[in-house]
């Protein structure tokens, strides 16, 4: 079965069949978001903790808010 490729969107993350950027999943490690974003990135947490952990213990919804908070 082949697989259908959509436009990529802002910061080069693939788009979904309705055309929004895909979120990342809440277990994708810190140690891989911070190859993309930068090692500030959820300062204070291991490289081997999920997005979804940070996300919860700080009080956010998503990486966006993560991203600017770090900012």
């Known amino acids: ?9 802002l910061d080069n993350r693939m788009r979904d069949q309705n055309g929004e950027i895909r979120q990342k999943r809440k277990d994708t490690k810190v140690e891989t978001l911070r190859k993309t974003y930068g090692d500030d990135l959820a300062k204070g947490y291991r490289s081997d ?16 808010q993560l991203i600017k908070k770090t900012k």
Do not use: I, N, W
């Not at 079965?1 to 969107?9: D, E, I, N, S, Y």
């Not at 999920?50 to 919804?61: D, F």
């Open 49 to 64: 903790a999920k997005l979804g952990t940070v996300l919860k213990r700080e009080g956010l919804e998503t990486l966006d």
């Open 1 to 9: 079965m082949a697989t259908k490729h959509f436009q990529k969107g």
